[in-house]
């Protein structure tokens, strides 16, 4: 009954009938105690819209509003019908992006650039009219669903968070959060349950998302006391997931946790949540009704979680005491060789990195999220030339590399290819998991990397290199820099 309640096209209480009986036939929930009905769907709140129906949904269009707001009103009905919690709304849009002048329901940048056109506007409309019918469209969902089931609870994921600000595409999430809280009545709570924690182990790492959350979505408030009275927290963990979606329930050494982990990741989700933690599961392994023994201690380790844990526990490394001296030499003739043959294929240094940048080894293994969720100033720095076994750092698994820079002003990507190029890393190495990171964007780890797309000339630029070394040598690149080579004129 995920449904899509947000769709442009009326929902009858009998078409839902069959499901509706399904679910009263269930006598007893067992420890399910506060379910919640979906209210996402395949494309989200904003969809492709059915077959047959061009528009998709428009904050603007009243005649759309005419349709969702009976439909959202029937949700509640049937939540309330069903003794359910509440509701959960899905903001995520998963593949599924809607074809009208709103891409993603939060992305004034799209609209604004292109989207207007699509209504026959002649200009958009400014940031703030448009926050503000936002806020009014949040404001009348609120209402609906508190006019039909007072009281509920509104479980909204997932929780946006950006440290460094948020992005186009959310930028009117915070208009929308405050909508929700004016309309919701004085009784009915709204949590939010936050992703960015699901590959979080540790307590401290989830309390930092847990308070940067509320403190960012409060510095964008319209009123911020308000809102932080009526916001709860609820931090999620994947359970059978991380790097490549990993998982199996035979071998415990591919699983991004252990079961010892996952007990105290369990028990820390709790701890920082204010009412709710949440488990997010894509294969069902747990629900199986003959499970492994290993899911058995996956189980049991769920259980354990719900007990007294120690907040302080850090996950403990795997120590690797070898020496690297000769790789490391190894690596230096290569990065060597690299550079005396590079000048000869037509690229022209223009920016040289420096040789340390601030590293952090990460004993959780998430990798791909922290290269945004903590300020890198406190990190110690480490030499790009060396492993990082070679410097003090005696431990295999995953880590991040990170530099800001000032990009050459004279840079043109219209012109000139632009390149990132890793000197002394292995045109053999395989581990899929190594990303580069500029300014967000992702790219698999090579000697050279097209970046005419996403560099930010005569402006800061920030770069991560995340690197996951199950075994050593850990994380040396050579030396770095920015190359460039003229177009050729049909590249143009």
Known sequence: MSGQWWKLVPITYEELRPEIEAFKSVKDWGRLTDNFLWGGGPGSIWGEGDPGIAETQDWFNDDHWKIILPNVKLQARIARELKFKGIMLDVEQY????????????????????????????????????????????????????????????????????????????????????????????????LLGSEQTYVCSQYSDMAIIRDGTIAQMCSR???????????????????DGGHGRRYSDTDVSINHRDPERHKHAVHNALAASDHYGWLYGEKSYYLATDPTPLTRRYLQANTDGHFSQDLNWQPEPKWDM?????????????????????????????????????????????????HWKYPHAGWPKISTLRCWQSQSIKANGEGVCRVKFDAPVDLNPRTQQIFLAFGGFPADHHDSWTVVRLNGKGYPIKNLLDVSDRIRPGVSNFLAVELINKTGPGGPLGHVKLLVRNRKKQEN
């Open 221 to 239: 408030s319209r009123d911020p006391d308000r809102l932080r009275q009526k916001l709860s927290f609820a931090v999620g963990i994947w359970t």
């Open 95 to 190: 593949h599924h992006h809607g074809r009208g002048p709103w891409r993603f329901p939060f992305d004034y940048h799209y609209y604004a650039e292109s989207g207007y056109k699509l209504t026959g506007e002649v200009a958009p409309r400014p940031l703030s009219q448009v926050a503000d019918k936002v806020y009014h469209r949040a404001q009348q969902y609120g209402r609906a669903i508190c006019q039909v089931y007072p009281g509920l609870t509104l479980f909204l994921i997932p929780a946006i968070y950006r440290p460094n600000d948020l992005t186009d595409r959310e930028i009117l999430f915070p208009a929308f959060l405050d909508g929700l809280v004016a309309g919701l009545d004085d009784d009915s709570p709204l």
């Open 322 to 370: 070898a020496d690297y001296t000769d790789h490391d030499a190894q690596m230096a003739a290569a990065d060597a060789r690299f550079w005396s043959e590079i000048g000869a294929e037509g690229y022209r240094v223009a920016f040289e990195f420096p040789e340390y940048w601030h590293f952090y080894y990460d004993t959780e293994e998430r990798g791909r999220s922290i």
